[in-house]
């Protein structure tokens, strides 16, 4: 069984920083995307960033380019989203979520079509 466990958001002014970590179990192998959406109700959840495990690729929504930083810890199978410079609008409920070791390859890395395991969410919330 696959859990995903995310760590608390907060609240932070325009132009702080926060760093989420969503600690991940259950995989056998590493070949799995992880990454982090975010949503605002009445609106669709936004993929924000993601890593393949096994290769570290990454890859970012255009909003948070240059700002968010989506990282692991092989050792402690976490993977990290550092989010610097925030902005009102980056106010959300945040999740983690995986793919399993396939998924829908007409879906894109930040398509939360091609994610099967979902954490809980944590809320962010950015004030001006």
């Known amino acids: 069984q696959v859990y995903l466990v995310e760590s608390d958001g907060g609240s932070v002014q325009a132009g702080g920083s926060l760093r989420l970590s969503c600690a991940v179990s259950?995989?056998?192998?590493?070949?799995?995307?992880v990454g982090w959406f975010r949503q605002v109700p009445e609106k669709e959840r936004e993929g924000v960033a993601t890593i393949y495990l096994s290769s570290n690729t990454t890859y970012y929504a255009d909003s948070v380019k240059g700002r968010f930083t989506i990282s692991q810890d092989n050792a402690k199978n976490t993977v990290y989203l550092q989010m610097e410079s925030l902005k009102p609008e980056d106010t959300a409920m945040y999740y983690c979520a995986a793919t399993g070791t396939t998924y829908p390859l007409n879906s894109g890395p930040l398509s939360a079509a091609r994610y099967i395991y979902w954490g809980q969410g944590t809320q962010v919330t950015v004030s001006s």
């Open positions: 259950g995989f056998t192998y590493r070949t799995h995307w």
